[in-house]
């Protein structure tokens, strides 16, 4: 599986926008980017996902490098419910009709303050 | 709720003793995924189960085995338990479609081996 970095930890205000990087400098041209999120004492939970488009959902924006090296999880007005640990990861695209796994990094811990 | 219910959720037992977790994914989903959380190790991957079938194996201990049942439900056994092996157990599932789609976590079980 190819290597996503992430920084360890990330702080933010409340209401404010948080911008959540990660670099893939070794991503396939058929590597998915998705974003899961663990919130204090539950499981993942997916956030968004994209091959080359930016993308926007109700939870967050992904914004994806135009080489795909790069991308950020853009959450746009951070609440305390926001505090959790966000992982980055790319997910090979396999043959119709099947699921791959997500192999889970480290990811970032976000903590968002009053 | 994620729609993939886990039991138990919490479970206490003594090293060298068995125990089996149980999975029941999200109606329809074939795919089933097992994770251990331990502080130390993060979310590892152990296997993955795709209509009865093993479809891909992780840093799964030998002690441990898994298999998913006609009904799609999933059943991880962990055997000659050790103290390391006292984490987060999660079971996801996901639907047929690639890897556009989104991994659904439960809550998890957490194993205490004394």
């Known amino acids: 599986d190819a290597k996503t970095t992430q920084p360890n930890s990330m702080e933010s205000n409340e209401e404010e926008p948080v911008h959540l990087p990660c670099n893939h400098s070794?991503?396939?041209?058929?590597?998915?980017i998705h974003w899961y999120r663990q919130l204090p004492s539950q499981g993942p939970e997916y956030v968004i996902h994209g091959l080359t488009s930016n993308v926007n959902n109700r939870m967050a924006s992904l914004a994806i490098a135009e080489d795909r090296k790069s991308s950020t999880l853009i959450l746009h007005r951070a609440t305390l419910r926001d505090a959790a640990v966000y992982y980055c990861?790319?997910?090979?695209?396999?043959?119709?009709?099947?699921?791959?796994?997500?192999?889970f990094g480290t990811g970032t811990r976000l903590q968002v303050t009053l | 709720d994620s729609g993939v219910t886990q039991t138990p959720k919490h479970l206490i037992t003594a090293t060298g003793q068995r125990v089996t977790l149980r999975c029941s994914p999200r109606s329809g989903d074939l795919s089933v995924y097992w994770y251990q959380q331990s502080l130390d190790q993060g979310l590892q991957f152990l296997i993955q189960y795709y209509n009865g079938e093993e479809r891909a194996k992780g840093n799964i201990l030998e002690r441990f085995s898994a298999q998913q049942f006609p009904d799609l439900h999933s059943e991880l056994n962990l055997s000659s338990l050790e103290l390391g092996d006292s984490a987060l157990y999660f079971c996801?599932?996901?639907?047929?479609?690639?890897?556009?789609?989104?991994?659904?976590f439960g809550e998890g079980s957490r194993l205490t081996v004394l």
């Open positions: 996801a599932s996901s639907a047929v479609g690639g890897n556009t789609g989104e991994l659904f």
């Open positions: 990861i790319l997910r090979d695209a396999l043959e119709p009709g099947t699921a791959s796994k997500l192999t």
């Open positions: 070794t991503i396939s041209g058929t590597d998915y």
